[in-house]
């Protein structure tokens, strides 16, 4: 169901399909990287006067929230004057996008940091628990998903189908953050193996990692599993088992890049929307990155960092998109046209 | 289905009950602060001398109510939204799919922060946020089930008869749509579920005094080291929710997938790789009271018997579904997994196909041409590395020596710059190319017998005269034996020494080509067959239908 609905939703009705070649770029490449390039600058677009929005959409006056508590008239006074907010606002608009141009986006309403400095501090944490997240998610679920559409082929293997089918649903019935929350009680509280919170060593990796990766993972390997059952039944597997290859190299070659492109372009999906996730765990472990970030700004009403981490995490998540967009590409022509399908 | 409806029965119950009868325990301030599990005290209490275990129950209506609001408002507004974008003219429809496709790469979450922190944190900025959050994705869903929908035949056939757009969407679409998106919704309930209590957890959504299962887990988080039992009851509330949810929306997805219906049979193998070859056989291939069936279902194939003597073409010829291609797939070694096997005998050369024979024999001696030209070839390996593979796996070629064999034997079969058609991948041919460069692939291995199941089918008429050309010239030259599957009389007329006709899983009649030549057959099928044949003469009359063409 998962695959087929989003192979469905990733064919987009109406826009030529798979037309590599349009009437006015030649080259597919080209085109490609032009579309990518025009939804990355949308992307930029929306995600500037969305946050830049933030602010004027508050209840209340943000200047007195940037003023603190107990400011005295004269003070909010200097502050609305200091922040621009006593601008037009079309004015205040065009002063925050050159401010993000210049890599400006003001400084904290807490701390007094520049934002910029804030967020560039806070990126590598998030970067490496995700990135890491990322690999280890892929290198498991791809195989695990395939061993089990191969075992479980033409219903043999009953067996196999409910504790897979469980195990994967229930793991990823468990909201992340309650996993990172039980994974820190088993091996912080009571076995005392790993660090519960705090980003000092290679060791405080591993819970945030684990309790990012274990959902992923099992949706993944379920749809790998999907996937490869589809393909399992094409033609053109047929074909090499009439060409009497091996089992090994029948999957390798004949099966696995034919359930890559579906399965890489859902996972970009599933592992953008991870970003979400992170922000979460952060939490759960006292990580320092952007989610932690987030969720103190949000809490202190620091409006600044508000911005630009909504920004940045809005950015990383085309970036990730477009960078499964571009491996397809690279992996499989055909899918130069567009969002690929399964064909 | 009914583990995830009791359970999520059991849950309801519980939202109802546990507010009217534990709010006492769950909310009392007592003296007994911080207790460990006990009889009293199940999961043990707060630092407030709160009952844990009645807290995380009662917890458990204000979570579903709101988790119910926010899966609600997506589903409600995306459905709408989704339909008005396949109501919507052309460009506004482009133009709305493609931000849709831009807002669902977002994290839903991250969205939902957004709304956050624009309202003042409590239950219904959380339920708004999140409900918000899930809209995009649900459009965009609805939105392509509704173009896959609209251009099913009884929608277009509607729109011709003039029925109203907003009609054709509420009386047709819809009730087609339900399926689908009921499923979808216990996806949206349980993804609800996870970001409204994930807000609770980072101290954006509820606000004490009120908690739901994500505030309670909360508070535990700040005594996990004084008590780790705090977090189990939030924890195992949230899992068992959205497990409940899953479970329901699985079973309903696995109902409407046909796939899983599906019943594997184990085949039983014989062991003897090599079959006994009587004295004085001298067929190619013998198959006697051949029999293909479901197992504990109907039979498919019943006890037929043929031979192949070496350098002779067979054809089996039959409609859609008389068993030809079974036969011919049991007796190149290739049946579909799902079939039970049986016969007297059935060998190729010494191979006995009821066993399994060496591989590589098999990949040398016996070549398969399939049907449809479109779907034989991998779409992800380049022409080249597919053609030249059972060289180089079975008889030790290096890819250098494959490639040039392949280029020459593509070359024979009129396949212009063969060395650049390797480069290329099969889309980028045409299928009549693809399939000359099956069949060149397939004798290169100088097999004693070639399979092909319906060869021409797939093909334009021009293209298919081409084909058979080949399959002529390569038995003219190499005395190739071939099995020939063909639903067409005229097709096989001229290449075929004999002619096994099929119906029903039977060979109801044998003929020589001779005999077909002078149309002297006698089964009344067989004689509709050749009445199907289109002639070229020019008719004085008008043919009487049904009548053979004399």
Known sequence: MTSSIAVEASRTPGVAAGGTGSRFIHHPWVGFSLRRLGGLVLSFVVLTVVTFLIVPLIPGDPAVIAAGDGASPAKIAGVRAELGLDLPMLTQFLNYVSGILRLDMGSSFVSGESVSTLIFTRFPFTAEIALLAIVLVLLISVPLGMTVAILTRGGRNKWLDHPFNFLTSLIYSVPQYVVGTLLVVVFAVTLRWL?????????????????????????????????TAVVLDKDYVRTARGWRLSALRTHARYVLPNLITTTLTLSGLILAAQLGGAVVIETVFAWPG????????????????????????????TLIIILVDLILAIIDPRNLGGTSSDV | ????????????????????????????????????????????????????????????RLTLLMTAGAAAISVVAGVAIGLAIWLAGRRVREVALRVLETAVAYPSLIFALVIAAVLEPGVSSAVIAIGIAGIPGFARITANLASSVSSSEYVVTARLLGVSPVRIAARHMLPNMAEPLLILSATVFALSLVEISALSFIGLGVQSPQYDFGRLLNDSLGALYTQPVEAVGPSVMIALTGLSVMLIGDALAAQADPRAKRSFFRRSLQRD????????????????????????????????????????????????????SLTAMAIAGLPSEDLAVEADMLRVGEMNMLASPDQSRLAKDISIVYQDPGTTFNPSLRMGSQLTEVLRTHLGMGGAKARQVIIDALANVNITQPAQRLRQHPHELSGGMRQRAMIAASIVTSPKLIVADEPTTALDVTVQTDVLRQFRRIHREQGTAMLFISHDLAVVEALCDTILVMKSGEIVERLTSAQLAARDVHHPYTKALLAAIPTLEPAPAPATAGAPTP
């Open chain 1, 195 to 227: 660090p519960a919170a705090g980003a000092a060593s290679l060791n405080s990796l591993v819970l945030p990692t684990a309790a990012l990766m274990l959902g992923p993972v099992c949706v993944i390997s379920r749809i790998v599993r999907r996937e």
């Open chain 1, 290 to 317: 952007l989610g932690q970030g987030i969720v103190n700004a949000i809490l202190q009403r620091d409006y600044p960092v508000i911005r630009g981490i909504i920004l940045v995490l809005g950015l990383l998540a």
């Open chain 2, 1 to 60: 289905m009914s583990t995830g409806a009791g359970l999520l029965a059991a849950l309801i119950l519980i939202a109802i009950i546990a507010p009217l009868t534990m709010t006492q325990a769950a909310e009392q301030l007592t003296a007994n602060a911080a207790l460990g599990p006990s009889p009293e005290h199940w999961l043990g209490t707060d630092d407030f001398g709160r009952d844990l275990l009645s807290r995380a129950l009662v917890a458990t």
């Open chain 2, 273 to 324: 790789r090599t079959a006994g070859v009587p004295a004085g056989d001298t067929a190619l291939v013998r198959a006697e009271n051949l029999r293909i069936s479901i197992p504990g279902g109907p039979q498919l194939v019943k006890n037929i018997s043929l031979s192949i003597d070496p350098g002779e073409v067979v054809a089996l010829v039959g409609e859609s579904g008389s068993g030809k």
